[in-house]
């Protein structure tokens, strides 16, 4: 009886062994590249944003298009802030210091083109001087927005995430 129970416990042994290293055949993506798909991941849920119409026989209404522009712009920068502090940290020696260097990027960027849209909402239409200044301002926040890639660029500097984006399959379309 005893033998019964031995050859019973390694044959179930067996079959786990056997079903576990099915399980292991699996491809699992390094997890540089699954954190790289994540962040891309963030990207691309978001809205897209409208460009509006503007016209220059209707000042208040073309400053009003370009400040609800600039707060979207803002807003959806946040919002990838908070997703971006949720994933927290890539996977890769220096990956702290990488992170840091991204949300302050970002932050900056954000801030930015939140402090524009702030000068601008404020701006007297029929003042000119006080309108060509905003607009002013308006114009080095979207410079500063359009030269900045984003996170990918900071985090590009490291090789091994430069790969993972490469790699990974929600990156493929430029996503971060």
């Not at 005893?2 to 067996?14: K, N, S």
Request: with cysteine; glycine share 8%.
């Amino acid at each position: 009886m005893v033998r019964r129970v031995i050859a019973g416990a390694v044959l179930a042994g067996t079959a786990a062994l056997a079903v576990a290293g099915c399980g292991s055949e699996e491809k699992k993506e390094p997890p540089e590249v699954a954190w790289a798909g994540k962040l891309c991941g963030i990207s691309a849920q978001l809205p897209s944003m409208k460009v509006p119409e503007l016209r220059a026989a209707d000042a208040l209404t073309s400053k009003k298009s370009l400040v609800k522009l600039l707060a979207d712009v803002s807003q959806r920068m946040r919002t990838f802030e908070t997703e971006m502090q949720k994933l927290g940290a890539p996977p890769v020696e220096g990956g702290e210091k990488l992170y840091k260097d991204a949300m302050t990027n970002l932050m900056q960027t954000r801030s930015t083109v939140s402090t524009a849209s702030l000068r601008l909402e404020k701006a007297d239409v029929k003042n000119e001087k006080s309108l060509q200044k905003a607009v002013a301002q308006m114009g080095d926040a979207f410079g500063k927005f359009q030269t900045y890639q984003g996170p990918e660029q900071d985090f590009g500097k490291n090789a091994e995430l430069k790969a993972a984006f490469a790699k990974a399959p929600s990156c493929k379309d430029g996503a971060a």
